[in-house]
């Protein structure tokens, strides 16, 4: 099996085959975790991320999502929530040529410690926190042309409570952006299956001028989880910030 990495410098085709290797299931291991790691060592993409130094396999679903909307052009500002172990970072790094003279730049913020990313600024720190959005801001220079999240609850296991569970992220992912972002500027969140609930979507379509769901091919099929891309963040002016807070 093979994929595609658009890379910094263009497209590069890179290969690698399902080496279709059975994990034996130890004394201690469970039957479900053994069946976990057989998945990740016959993995493609798990391959792939190892041999191109990426920290997961995550790195090709922005990816890809990129490929198709194009919300990385080089020299933009992006602010990744939720960023480690950095897979997300590593990949906005390369589309925004961060490592380019007058290179974009890319800000990680996660709550845990995580290790530095070449190119990007990295940030242990509650984005909840009311200081987070400036401290954001600084970090980049100035607003974020995009803000990207691919933060996941751990699954329960009851796809009503999991689907809440990370409606809620999204939302307090949108919050943040709806702070942090410039004009004309893009924000990718992960989802489940049955897209955006009803209030969040219309807060979309009303703050961007154009909202999309996606599921990358380095998505699991299994998996439930999808993506909303929205585009050309319509900027809020204190006057219609006033009249949504009722003011």
Same mark, same amino acid.
């Given at each position: 099996?093979?994929?595609?990495?658009?890379?910094?410098?263009?497209? =590069?085709?890179?290969?690698?085959?399902?080496?279709?290797? =059975? #994990?034996?299931?130890? =004394?201690?291991?469970?039957?479900?975790?053994?069946?976990?790691?057989? /998945?990740? %060592? !016959?993995? @493609?993409? &798990?391959? *792939?991320?190892?041999?191109?130094?990426?920290?997961?396999?995550?790195?090709?679903?922005?990816?890809?999502?990129?490929?198709?909307?194009?919300?990385? /052009?080089?020299?933009? /500002?992006?602010?990744? %929530?939720?960023?480690?172990?950095?897979?997300?970072?590593?990949?906005?790094? *390369?589309? #925004?040529?961060?490592?380019?003279? !007058?290179?974009?730049?890319? &800000?990680?913020?996660?709550?845990?410690?995580?290790?530095? #990313?070449?190119?990007?600024?990295?940030?242990?720190?509650?984005?909840?926190?009311?200081?987070?959005?400036?401290?954001?801001?600084?970090?980049?220079?100035?607003?974020?042309?995009?803000?990207?999240?691919?933060?996941?609850?751990?699954?329960?296991?009851?796809?009503?409570?999991?689907?809440?569970?990370?409606?809620?992220?999204?939302?307090?992912? %949108?919050?943040?952006?709806?702070?942090?972002?410039?004009?004309?500027?893009?924000?990718?969140?992960?989802?489940?299956?049955?897209?955006?609930?009803?209030? %969040?979507?219309?807060?979309?379509?009303?703050?961007? *001028?154009?909202?999309?769901?996606?599921? @990358?091919?380095?998505?699991?099929?299994?998996?439930? *989880?999808?993506?909303?891309?929205?585009?050309?963040? /319509?900027?809020?002016?204190?006057?219609?910030?006033?009249?949504? !807070?009722?003011?």
């Amino acid at each position: 099996m093979s994929h595609g990495k658009k890379s910094a410098g263009g497209t =590069r085709k890179t290969g690698s085959h399902m080496l279709n290797e =059975r #994990v034996k299931t130890a =004394r201690r291991r469970t039957v479900s975790s053994t069946r976990w790691l057989e /998945r990740q %060592l !016959n993995d @493609p993409f &798990v391959i *792939e991320a190892k041999r191109l130094g990426y920290r997961s396999r995550a790195a090709f679903k922005l990816i890809q999502l990129d490929d198709r909307f194009h919300v990385l /052009r080089p020299g933009r /500002r992006g602010g990744d %929530l939720g960023a480690a172990p950095g897979g997300w970072t590593q990949g906005a790094v *390369e589309r #925004v040529k961060a490592l380019a003279p !007058n290179g974009g730049k890319v &800000v990680g913020s996660d709550i845990l410690e995580w290790a530095p #990313v070449a190119g990007a600024t990295v940030l242990t720190h509650d984005f909840l926190d009311d200081a987070a959005p400036a401290i954001l801001k600084e970090a980049l220079g100035g607003p974020a042309d995009v803000v990207l999240s691919d933060m996941a609850a751990p699954t329960t296991g009851h796809p009503p409570t999991d689907h809440a569970r990370i409606i809620h992220l999204c939302e307090i992912a %949108l919050d943040f952006a709806l702070e942090v972002l410039a004009p004309g500027g893009a924000f990718v969140a992960k989802v489940f299956k049955g897209g955006t609930e009803r209030a %969040l979507l219309d807060l979309l379509k009303k703050s961007f *001028e154009q909202v999309r769901h996606a599921k @990358p091919p380095a998505s699991r099929p299994e998996s439930a *989880e999808t993506y909303v891309i929205a585009m050309g963040f /319509r900027a809020r002016t204190p006057a219609s910030h006033d009249a949504g !807070n009722g003011l």
